[in-house]
């Protein structure tokens, strides 16, 4: 709940995604921003750092979770705990890239290159969380120990990821780097993130609670 709560807070409080200069705008533009929200900004890092970094840790114990209930590791298994090992990966080089921009009072040399760098790895990370949430739903959908409709929120979010693969080719406008897609498309992990650590605070169960465990 905490990993959600944080990267949430730190979207809508302290550096809004929304608020960015746009995708065309010059090193100086972007430059100007920075200068005039530091504070903000590396506030908003450090926020979102520690927020993805428990979402390592939630992956992890949901990992643990679906392998128990497949009676060991399979493909699909393997497949969500490398996404979810990629997708935290690349979005913490993101926020780095995002930190060296923000770190020091005076302009750094390139602001656009950094600025489009940490967008870029934000947007790339779309793919390792399409793998890690459509395995996710694989696997709760055939009989999983957590309830079908987290399964159903990771479907959507597997299917939304895949349009942020858009920004890798649209230059201006909503599908862009530093366009909105960039703040929407990830609120359905947010969600999927919520609605998975409620289930297992109330501890819902799925179709696999009271089938016979296989052994590995």
Same mark, same amino acid.
């Given at each position: 709940m905490v990993g959600f709560a944080l990267p949430g807070l730190a979207a809508i409080f302290l550096a809004p995604v929304w608020d960015f200069p746009a995708t065309d705008s010059s090193a100086e533009s972007i430059s100007a921003y920075v200068r005039d929200?530091?504070?903000?900004?590396?506030?908003?890092?450090?926020?979102?750092?520690?927020?993805?970094?428990?979402?390592?840790?939630?992956?992890?114990?949901?990992?643990?979770?679906?392998?128990?209930?497949?009676?060991?590791?399979?493909?699909?298994?393997?497949?969500?705990?490398?996404?979810?090992?990629?997708?935290?990966?690349?979005? @913490?080089?993101?926020?780095? +890239? %995002?930190?060296? &921009? #923000?770190?020091?009072?005076? $302009?750094?040399?390139? /602001?656009? @290159?950094?600025?489009?760098? +940490? %967008?870029?790895? &934000? #947007?790339?990370?779309?793919? $390792?969380?399409?793998? /890690?949430?459509?395995?996710y739903a694989r696997l709760t959908f055939k009989g999983g120990d957590l309830p079908t409709w987290t399964a159903a929120l990771a479907a959507v979010g597997a299917a939304a990821h895949l349009l942020l693969l858009l920004s890798f080719v649209v230059g201006s406008g909503f599908f862009s780097l530093e366009g909105d897609v960039i703040a929407v498309i990830p609120a359905t992990l947010f969600f999927w993130v919520l609605g998975t650590g409620v289930a297992l605070l109330r501890g819902d169960e799925g179709g696999n609670a009271n089938r016979p465990r296989q052994t590995a």
């Open positions: 929200h530091l504070d903000e900004l590396r506030a908003g890092v450090l926020v979102n750092s520690i927020g993805v970094t428990l979402w390592g840790v939630f992956g992890a114990g949901i990992w643990l979770r679906l392998r128990r209930a497949e009676g060991g590791e399979t493909l699909w298994s393997a497949c969500f705990i490398a996404g979810v090992i990629s997708l935290v990966t690349l979005l @913490l080089a993101g926020f780095t +890239a %995002f930190l060296v &921009l #923000a770190y020091r009072e005076a $302009p750094v040399s390139d /602001a656009r @290159l950094l600025y489009d760098l +940490a %967008f870029g790895l &934000l #947007a790339m990370s779309a793919l $390792p969380t399409a793998v /890690a949430l459509g395995a």
